[in-house]
Structure formats: C-alpha cells, structure tokens
C-alpha cells in the first residue's frame, strides 16, 4: 500500500462538521484527521466555535451542541496545526468538494492559502465499484461492512474513509487503485489566467459551462454531465490540440449552469450557442439556411415538392414535410439523388426545365418513365415519388398540445417540438405556457425526438 509518492508525502483521512452547508458563510464545528504515512497512522481531531450558532436539526444529527462548542478554540487559533497536517499530504474525504471547500475558505481567511491534491472517496468508489448505484457513507458501511463508530462526528467518520482505504487494497490491485486516482486527481496545467479556486467551485453535476475572454462575449460554450470534469479535460489536453491551446490562452473568466439531468444541459447548450454565438463552436451554430421538401398538388391529379423555408418552416403543424437540410443546394441534391434512384423525372420536380411536352434528359438516357411527356400519369408519378421520399418523412409533433418531458425534480415543457424551457412548478410551467413559442430549431429537434422516445412525458394538465 502506498502512502506517498512524488506529488505527497502521505495520506490525510478527512472530514468536517459544519453549522450549515455553505462553505463562505457558515463554520466548521469540528475536524477529524487521520494522517497514514510511513511512520504509522496518528488520528487528531478537534472541536471549534464557529461564528454563528448551530441550528437544532444539526444538532440532533451530529452530536454537537452549542454548549460543547462554547469554549472551544476558533478555527484561526487552530488553523496552523491542521494546515501543517494537511499540508503535502493526498487530501481524502468523502464528497470531498463539502470538507475540502469549507478547509480552503478557511484558510483563505486567515492567510493560509491550501491547496493538496484532492481525492473524493465517493468517485473512487465508484471508479472501483461501477456496478452499484449508492456510495454514500452509509452505502459503504452497509455493503463493506465497515466498523462504525460515532456517526456523524469527524474523526469517527474519517476513520469509516482509512477503512474503505484499506478495504480496496486488499481487494485490487495497486495498478489499478494507482491509475484510478491519477484519473481522480490529475491537475490540468491551468490557464494562466484562471484563479485555481474557481476550479474548486466547479460542480460534478449536469449542466452547461461557458468560456469568456477579455469581455463579455464567450468563447465556447459546453455542455456535459459532470461539469467539473468536462471543463478540466480542455485544461489537460491544451497541450496537443491547437483549438484546446488557443481556448486556454484566451480564457479569463468560467460561468456555469446546473441542469437537472443531460437532456437539460443538451437542451440549454444549443439554445445559448445559437443566442451568444461563440467563436469555438462549430457543430451548432448553423445557419438560417434550413429548409424541408413539402409535397403540394401540381394541378393535374398528382403531386410535386415545393421548398419550405425559414419561418415558413413549422414541423409540429405541417403535413406532408420530407428531410431537414440546412441550404437550398443541400436540399436539391438530395432530391435529385432520389430522382435518380427512382427514375423520377426531373422536369416534374422542378428540377429541369424543358418545353412542354417534351422530354427531359432523364427520359433521353432512360432514366424517367415519361411523366414530362404523359408516357406515365401524373398520379402514377406523384404516388412513386411519395415512396421515394417516405425515409426522409417528417413526423408531426404527436400530442394534442403542449406537454412536459420529466427529468429529476424538473419538466422541460415542450410544443410542436419547441423548447420553451424547464420548470420546477405549475407557476413556471404557465409562464413558459404564456410566454410563447420559439422559432424551429433542428438540433433541439434531435434532442427532443430521442429524449420523448425513452423519457416521462407528463400532460401538464397533471402537473405536480
């Protein structure tokens, strides 16, 4: 079992108490750590006074009253102890974003700024366990059958976490408890321009992230399911990509949005691309080009396409809609590859233009069964060039009217396959209702097609 390596010189088993869960108003009640090295394990723990009172609920959970706390030392009177614990040791916690957030702003206050490679336990597990859902403190004690002692206080459950530690060196190999952790912990060579505790703020959670430069138009705008780890792969691969180098050098500033789930962070990615337009997007800033085929009655018992575009264009209403292309050039070679394949003729679709009653070069070559020339009938025609197009169909939006598509706590409300956006209530469904609908979209299209095939669609006259 390795205790150190050429990035630290030991372990440090962590965890907190707290009176409330925001790391830059609320206090630490308590610290447990247990320090692993090659000199043997030492476990340290210690009560502080926080600067406000410890509500009720917290402390019928952890233990900690306020009457216990009252004379005890302020985290600044204690702060160079625990800093010399912690400092050059691999800093391990379970949900180590809540431990390590509350350390750092701590320090922060009193000049010690802290920075040790940081290794969650939650994402170790499962990194090593991929096969269950729950790895939560209470999940592990129950699954590895961990000896629990005081649950709920610092020491007690940073000792739960040097359990789970070597628990998984007795069951892995330490190849692949070592490539686990690089994955974990491995630093991005930062952008020279970001400060390193931003990155610390950033959420292993669903949601959109976006790069600014020097002012405040974005860079790129991204989208994934764990913002954390997405936003720190561009960082670790600037070194071999010149678009990931160019984004490094002019970054300034993160943003980022949590989402409830991916559809949401996919939704939200396509609409701020298209509205802010950044500069290193590319796949979704497409042009105001798009366009579908739509067949019309030509007038002589049969039916040719006509082009639909722009604002013209309403999949969810329309009938008789074949193919999303993004130009008219696009569109009009698709069709004339369908001509070709089906002997179609082209002077019918509006393809070629020939005097009437002759032929068109398609007939001359063998190509066309004579539509142009009344050899086949028009309704004959129509009917072949509506199976010719029946793969590039476009379905019409399948509900009576608008609905919900449930993700976590959250409805995306969706109509005539327009996003109008997510709610968390029947108030904010009705105001997406009446805030009206957005212009067609073909990539909120796509997303929404796949997600209402697999998600909970909700009739939002059912809303919770």
Not at 16 to 28: K, M, P, S, Y
Not at 381 to 402: D, F, N, S
């Amino acid at each position: 079992m390795k205790f150190s390596n050429g990035r630290w010189r030991g372990l440090a088993f962590v965890d907190i108490e707290t009176n409330g869960g925001v790391a830059t108003v609320d206090g630490i009640t308590e610290v447990g750590i247990v320090e692993v090295d090659e000199d043997g394990v030492r476990e340290w723990s210690q009560l502080l006074r926080p600067e406000g009172r410890i509500p009720e609920f917290i402390q019928r959970l952890t233990g900690i009253t306020n009457e216990m706390v009252e004379d005890a030392p302020r985290f600044a009177d204690c702060a160079e102890d625990i800093y010399n614990r912690l400092d050059g040791r691999l800093f391990i916690a379970h949900n180590a974003r809540f431990d390590y957030g509350f350390l750092r702003n701590a320090f922060d206050r009193v000049g010690l700024p802290l920075r040790p490679p940081v290794l969650c336990t939650v994402r170790l597990s499962r990194e090593l366990f991929p096969g269950h859902a729950r790895h939560g403190l209470d999940a592990l004690i129950e699954r590895h059958g961990l000896v629990v002692g005081e649950r709920h206080r610092a020491l007690a459950d940073a000792q739960l976490i040097w359990q789970f530690w070597q628990l998984i060196h007795r069951q892995f190999e330490p190849e692949r408890i070592d490539a686990a952790i690089a994955r974990l912990t491995g630093h991005a060579a930062l952008p020279p321009h970001i400060n390193p505790s931003v990155l610390d703020e950033l959420p292993g959670t669903p949601g959109v992230y976006l790069f600014y430069g020097e002012n405040d138009l974005p860079l790129y705008v991204g989208k994934s399911k764990d913002i954390r780890t997405r936003v720190l792969s561009h960082f670790s691969a600037d070194h071999s990509s010149a678009k990931e180098m160019s984004l490094s050098q002019q970054l300034r500033r993160i943003e980022w949005i949590e989402t409830p789930g991916e559809v949401g962070a996919l939704l939200l990615e396509a609409k701020l691309v298209k509205e802010r337009q950044p500069i290193h997007n590319r796949r979704l800033r497409r042009s105001t080009g798009l366009c579908a085929w739509q067949l019309v009655e030509d007038g002589q018992g049969g039916w040719m396409p006509a082009l639909v575009r722009g604002p013209d264009l309403d999949p969810g209403r329309q009938d008789n809609l074949f193919g999303f292309f993004t130009s008219k050039t696009a569109a009009t070679k698709a069709l004339r590859t369908l001509a070709d394949e089906h002997a179609l003729c082209q002077a019918s679709l509006g393809l070629e233009k020939v005097r009437s009653g002759q032929p068109c070069f398609g007939y001359q070559i063998k190509r066309c069964k004579g539509a142009c020339i009344g050899a086949e009938s028009r309704g004959l025609h129509g009917a072949r060039l509506m199976m010719a197009l029946h793969k590039l169909k476009i379905e019409r939006w399948p509900y009576a009217g608008p609905i919900g598509l449930r993700e976590g706590e959250a409805l995306h409300v969706i109509d005539n396959w327009c996003w109008l956006g997510t709610a968390r209530g029947e108030d904010e469904v009705h105001a997406l209702l009446e805030s009206g609908r957005p212009a067609f979209d073909l990539d909120m299209w796509k997303i929404l097609k796949k997600a209402l095939a697999t998600g909970r669609v909700v009739k939002l006259g059912a809303v919770e």
